[in-house]
T-cell receptor
Framework: IAGITQAPTSQILAAGRRMTLRCTQD?????MYWYRQDLGLGLRLIHY???????GKGEVPDGYSVSRANTDDFPLTLASAVPSQTSVYFC?????????????FGPGTRLTVL | QKEVEQNSGPLSVPEGAIASLNCTYS??????FFWYRQYSGKSPELIMS????GDKEDGRFTAQLNKASQYVSLLIRDSQPSDSATYLC?????????????FGSGTRLSIRP
């Protein structure tokens, strides 16, 4: 693995189903982030984790949950998917969560909720 | 509401010319500024970061920061068709260990042959 990987690449999901988007990084970065990107709205932060064992809410956390059991993995779960969660989801990481936190992005997951 | 504003474009620039992308931000205490390039269907890629007033050059790219006027710009010299992409400006508040980057909506740049 080099950098950040996300799985699946794309998914079509029925409304009401549970879905977990996976994110793994091998850069030993402390901080990780989940964003959604929608046309005209740019990147919006869903949840973040400053370090393993801690998580926080971003701008649009409702309907999503995260966990950070270790440094490398940061899964995002949709407990009961709704059509408004159709989006492209990007996982990102940075060495630290403070100033100068250059973030590096995974390739993204395109999710469609029908 | 802290904001980062960019002209959505599209900005059309002839090949070989200088492309100038601008970004303004509302939070005066912002400390870190980033430019990301995003090709259609791909993820954002960090191309420049700048933390001090003035210019920072990296190859054909120059980032300019003016904290007093609260703007940051990106110049691309000798524009190439491969520079056609959406450019995202990002600003980090810089006042706590949990500072979070705020992204602009991006400017779509098109380099015409």
């Amino acid at each position: 693995i080099a950098g950040i990987t996300q799985a699946p690449t794309s998914q079509i999901l029925a409304a009401g189903r549970r879905m977990t988007l996976r994110c793994t990084q091998d850069m030993r970065h402390n901080a990780m982030y989940w964003y959604r990107q929608d046309l005209g709205l740019g990147l919006r932060l869903i949840h973040y984790s400053n370090t393993a064992g801690t998580t926080g809410k971003g701008e649009v956390p409702d309907g999503y949950s995260v966990s950070r059991a270790n440094t490398d993995d940061f899964p995002l779960t949709l407990a009961s998917a709704v059509p408004s969660q159709t989006s492209v989801y990007f996982c990102a990481s940075s060495l630290t969560s403070g100033d100068y936190n250059e973030q590096f992005f995974g390739p993204g997951t395109r999710l469609t909720v029908l | 509401q802290k904001e980062v504003e960019q002209n959505s474009g599209p900005l059309s620039v002839p090949e070989g010319a200088i492309a100038s992308l601008n970004c303004t931000y509302s939070d005066r205490v912002s400390q870190s500024f980033f430019w990301y390039r995003q090709y259609s269907g791909k993820s954002p890629e960090l191309i420049m970061s700048i933390y001090s007033n003035g210019d920072k050059e990296d190859g054909r790219f120059t980032a300019q920061l003016n904290k007093a006027s609260q703007y940051v710009s990106l110049l691309i010299r000798d524009s190439q068709p491969s520079d056609s992409a959406t450019y995202l400006c990002a600003v980090a508040p810089g006042y706590s260990s949990a500072s979070k980057i705020i992204f602009g909506s991006g400017t779509r740049l098109s380099i015409r042959p």
